[in-house]
C-alpha cells in the first residue's frame, strides 16, 4: 500500500443531471484525487452537466447496461492501489473531507482483512435505511428480509415501534435496527450507493457480475466471502439519498429473475444452509 492511499469517487449515473449538478461541487469540496462520472448511455442532460466541471472525468458507455456493467467502468480508469468510493448520483455527501476520513477508515480496518467498507446511507428526515447491510443472500435472510422494513414503518409510533422490535429482534441480528444509532459491524453485503472497496479487491472478482441488473451487492459479497475478503459497515462516512427510480416498473421481475440467478450459480444447497 502506498504511504498516501490515493481515494477517487466513481459515481454511476443514468439520467440524473439535476443531481450530478448538485453532487459534484460537493465531491470537489472533499480531496479526492479523482472524480469519474460513469454514465449508462445517459438520455438525458447528464453530459452537458459533467462538462461544467472540468476536474471531472467522464465515462461514458455506448449503450445502456444497467448499474452493475456501469460500474465496472472504472476498473479500466484505476491502479491497483487506489480505494474507490462508489456513490450515487441521487445522493448528497455530509461528511467533510471525505478523502481522508476514508484513508482513515481503510487504515482502522485494514489488519482485520476488510477490503470493501460501506457507509451509512440515509433519508433527508435523519433516519437512516433500513438496508444498509445484511446478511449472506440465502432462505434463511429471504425470510428475514422484510422485517426490518417492518420496524421502520413504525419508527413514528415509537411505543408500538419498540414492542415490533422486541418481537422481532432475535431474527434481524444480522440486518440494521433503525430504532438504534447505527454503529460499525462487520457485515455480509454493504449498500452499493455509499461505499469504499480497494481497487484490486474489486478486479480480484473481476467486478460486479455485468449481467445482474438486481441484488448485484449480494452476489458480489458472496463471491468476496470465497477468497476471505472481509466486509465492514461504518457509519462515519454519511450520505442522504433522494430515491430517484430510473429502473421503472421493470425492477420487481429484475428483482425476481436476480435471485433465481443467484441460486443457480452459487448452488441451491448455499443458498438453503448459508446464514
Known sequence: ?????????????????????RLLPQLLDRGYD???VLDDASTDHSV??????????????????????????????????????FIDADMDLKTPDTADVARELAARYAAQGVGVIGGLVSRSDGSQEPHNYGPSFSFRAT?????????????HQPR???TVGRVVKPAIKQ????LEAPVPKQTYWLHEGN????????????????????????DLSIRLEKL???????????????????RGKTRLRNQYYAARYIIRKHGLARYLTDR
Request: charged residues 25%; without cysteine.
Open 34 to 36: 479523482r472524480i469519474f
Open 175 to 178: 440486518w440494521p435496527n433503525v
Open 228 to 246: 476471505g475478503i472481509k466486509r465492514q459497515f461504518d457509519p462515519t462516512i454519511e450520505v442522504v439519498h433522494h430515491y430517484v427510480d430510473v
Open 48 to 85: 452537458d452537466v459533467v462538462a461544467e466541471f472540468g476536474d471531472v472525468t467522464l465515462v461514458r458507455a455506448a449503450v445502456n447496461r444497467g448499474a452493475s456493467a456501469n460500474r465496472n467502468q472504472i476498473i479500466d480508469q484505476v491502479d491497483d492501489d487506489v480505494l474507490i468510493h
Open 160 to 162: 408500538l415501534a419498540r
Open 143 to 155: 425470510l428475514t428480509s422484510g422485517l426490518p422494513l417492518l420496524v421502520d414503518r413504525f419508527r
Open 195 to 218: 461505499m469504499l472497496i480497494y481497487s484490486h479487491v474489486l478486479k480480484s472478482v473481476g467486478g460486479y457480475d455485468a449481467s445482474m441488473r438486481e441484488h448485484e451487492a449480494q
Open 1 to 21: 500500500m502506498p504511504e498516501r492511499l490515493p481515494v477517487i469517487a466513481a459515481v454511476p449515473n443514468y439520467n440524473m443531471g439535476d443531481y450530478l449538478r
